[in-house]
Each structure stands twice: as C-alpha cells, then as structure tokens.
C-alpha cells in the first residue's frame, strides 16, 4: 500500500464517501481544482451536492461497493461507520482509505501561507472574517469553514493563491493534523470534556497545535489559557491581540452603537491605525474581528480596505442569523452550545432594543449539559423567556443520568417543551410584534426556527387571501 504521508502525490483518483458533508465538499472542491479526478458519494440529496455536480465531479446517490473501483484514494467523514459498503470494499481492494480531517492536513500543507484558526469560541466567525477580507482584497484565498460565507453562499472555495484559512477544531485533537504557517487561538475554554476531561489536557493540544506552527502565533492576549498554552515557546513570532496594554493589536475607545453593533479603534504599537465599526453584534465579537485584522494586517492587506471589509461583514450561517421579521416579530438562530457562547450571544440580543428576547435552547450532548449544567443554568437567566428542549443526544448515550428538567428547574421561568412543533406552538402563541425569537444549539435546532418562520408566511398568506 502506498504511504499515507504522501499518498496526495501518488495518486490522482480520489473517492469522497458522503461527499455532501459540510467538512467534505470544500476538500473536493479543492481537489478538483488542483487537477485531481475526484467522485464522491451520498444518501441524500442537497444544495451541496447540485454545488459539487456543477464542477464536474460524478455524484453516486447510496453507498455501494461498485462506487470505489478503480480509485486511488478513499476519503470518508468521522460520521461513516468501519462497515460502510465503500470502506469494505476499498480496504478488500487495498485502496488506502483516509478520514477526512487527515486529508485536510495534507491539503493545507501544499499551501506556503496557510493560516489555521482555533480556539473554543469563535472559530467559524473568524475564519469568515479572514477570508472575507481577503477575498475582498483581491487575493484569492481558498478557504474550509464551519458555515457558509453571505458572500459566496459556501462553506468553502478553491483559490489560485499560496493562501488558505482553515476552521480547526481541537474535538479529538483534529487540528492536530495541521501544520500552519499561521495559527490563530481565539481562547481556551472547558469544551468536549468527554474527551479532553480537564482544560488542563485541552491547553496541552493547543500548545502542541502551537509548536506545529511553523512562522506566526496569533494569539489572545487577554485569555490566560492561551497565553499558558504559548508561554516560553520561541519557534515562531507570537503575535497578541486583545484590550489589555500589553497587547500587540489592541481594541482601544469601544463604543455602542445602535443594535449592539460595536465601534472601536485599533491601537498598533501605542498608536490608534484605525477605526473599525462591525455589523455583527456582540462584543465577543471585537475579539474575533481583532483577530482578523491582527492576521490580514500581517498579510499586507491595506487599512482602508480592512476597515471596509470588516463593517461589511454581515456574519456567517447560524451565527447570529436574522432570518426574517414576521407580524412584527424577528426570528433568528445561532449555534451557541457552550455557556460562554450563550453568555455572549443573550447579551448581545439583550442590548439590540427589542421588547422581549425568547431563547430558545437546544442542549447538546449529555456529557456537556450534566458537566456544565450550573454554567448552562446561569447563562439562561440573560433573556426574558426561556424553552428548553429535549437534549439532542448526538454521539452519546445517557450515561450520565441527565435530562432536559433538570436544566428547567435551574432557570427560574423557563418552560420544557419536547418537540420542535411544541416549541413553535408556544412562542408564536405568547411572542407579541418587536420581540426576537432566538433558537441556540449545535445541533438541529435551526429546524425549529425554520418552522417558526414557515408557520409565519403561511399565517401570512392566509391572511392576504
């Protein structure tokens, strides 16, 4: 069998298994555009798939042994199982089989200046910041993020520059199959304790995702985990960002604008070089767009255009996504699934001027509900009106003896309903015109605003009939 290390160099026909997944097509998008003949298969239709049709790549729908003859390399995603048809028969047929997260190594690793951002919050709306700027600039990059980019309706494209902005998540230590020319850590929190168990393990793969960077650390200079994961390291240039004096890029002079939009200037080396106004709200996101001018300004990119860029930036999918103001009542979703996320992103709505804030809360997984459940509890007092669903199980089984109640009884006020319908049924009856519905959670919970929405247009129609 050919070596995995190098096996991009040997072979020229690649086969992606459940080619439609969100971490998927980007890689295949990128393969073909590098002059590979690449194919991939799924079990469902999708925008993704009429996407990777439209570059010419063969789509298989359902997963069959025949799929992989006479390929050279097999990809498949963490979500297909050892016994899928594909893999049999590609490992009957020693055809070297790969996970995805591997190949997105060896991709990132054919580009000179790769930057790789990490950290627990963040990540998605940062790597869109990047590549956004830099796209704006002119300078081509290719890109594998966690939502789609407003301006290219993807999730990922295959540039023609030395450049690429990869989303690199530390669950089961992923990222470290990267090895950046430029690496960004956001912050360190206590997230996927199911794996990492302390954040003392956690800081330990971010300083070991820090010295596989080759050149830059981009760094946040006010979180004191970050900084424990980089202390002493001297490989490559470390680069801080954050509000406190001893930051290289600092955000000086924030202001509040209307709808918790933020408005501050960047200081560079004790003098202020720009001022920047964001269309996203929040104030954790002054971190992320501090993060992405510290790293487009090392690129090159001019002040002018970075100030432009960023106040263009209208956010990425599900990340703090309007979708719609209906009967006066404005409905949108965010992947918050952490406290601190929720923490940031009840905050923000709390300060954008509508009457009342119903969240609606998905928990996500049960090891993270039953570890952080006093912190989940906390962060749900913020908005006016809580509902909490049924916790989406994802990898898990209920080990841990948790359930949707027991985070009810902690957030004074808050109603359980178990289904997406239930849940629909209960906002839209008590929500009244300048009120914000707002559904949170890593998992499906975009269904349920989905819902609220369509159940608004059709209250519509009818209506105008």
Same mark, same amino acid.
Request: a neutral charge; charged letters at 20%.
């Given at each position: ?75 498949? &995603? ?126 330990? &793969? ?251 247009? &059709? ?7």
């Amino acid at each position: 069998m050919k070596e995995i290390h190098d096996i991009l160099s040997q072979v020229k026909k690649v086969h992606f298994v459940g080619i439609g997944g969100s971490g998927m097509c980007p890689l295949a998008e990128i393969l073909i555009h590098r002059g590979y003949e690449v194919s991939g298969s799924d079990n469902a239709e999708s925008d993704t798939l009429q996407r990777i049709r439209s570059y010419g790549i063969p789509v298989y729908m359902g997963q069959k042994a025949e799929n992989v003859q006479g390929k050279e390399l097999v990809v498949y &995603s963490a979500a297909i199982k050892s016994d899928n048809p594909e893999l049999a028969a590609a490992r009957k047929l020693n055809i070297p089989c790969i996970e995805r997260s591997v190949l997105l190594g060896m991709v990132t690793s054919r580009y000179p200046k790769s930057i790789c951002v990490s950290g627990t919050h963040g990540k998605t709306t940062t790597t869109g910041l990047i590549t956004s700027v830099l796209l704006d600039a002119g300078a081509d990059p290719s890109a594998v993020i966690g939502g789609n980019l407003p301006k290219t309706g993807t999730n990922g494209r295959a540039g023609s520059s030395d450049k690429i902005v990869v989303e690199s998540c530390e669950y089961v230590n992923t990222f470290l199959q990267l090895h950046p020319y430029l690496a960004v850590i956001l912050n360190i929190d206590n997230d996927h304790l199911d794996y990492f168990k302390t954040v003392d393990n956690i800081i330990h &793969s971010f300083r070991q995702f820090a010295k596989q960077t080759s050149d830059v650390l981009v760094v946040n200079g006010d979180d004191a985990n970050t900084r424990k994961a980089v202390e002493g390291l001297t490989h490559a240039k470390i680069i801080t960002f954050g509000k406190g004096e001893h930051c290289d890029y600092r955000a000086v002079n924030i202001q509040d604008t209307k709808a918790a939009r933020e408005r501050f200037d960047v200081m560079k080396d004790g003098k202020i070089i720009n001022e920047i106004t964001l269309s996203i709200p929040g104030k954790h996101n002054i971190y992320n767009a501090l993060a992405a001018y510290a790293v487009c300004d090392l690129m090159g990119i001019p002040a002018e255009q970075l100030q432009k860029s960023l106040k263009a930036f209208t956010g990425v999918h599900r990340r703090f996504e309007m979708l719609g103001t209906y009967e006066g009542v404005t409905v949108a979703d965010d992947f918050a699934h952490h406290p601190t996320e929720l923490t940031a992103t009840l905050t923000a709505a709390m300060h954008m001027g509508f009457h009342n804030v119903w969240a609606v809360f998905q928990p996500h997984t049960y090891s993270r509900t039953a570890l952080l459940l006093d912190d989940f509890a906390k962060a749900l007092t913020i908005p006016d009106h809580v509902i909490i669903s049924e916790i989406l199980a994802v990898r898990e089984t209920n080990t841990y003896n948790i359930y949707a109640e027991d985070l009810v009884k902690k957030v004074p006020g808050a109603v359980y309903r178990k289904t997406f319908p239930e849940i629909a049924d209960y906002v839209m009856e008590h929500a009244k015109s300048g009120d914000l519905i707002l559904t949170m959670g890593g998992g499906n919970v975009y269904q349920c605003a989905n819902l609220i929405v369509d159940r608004y247009k &059709s209250r519509q129609t009818a209506a105008e009939k």
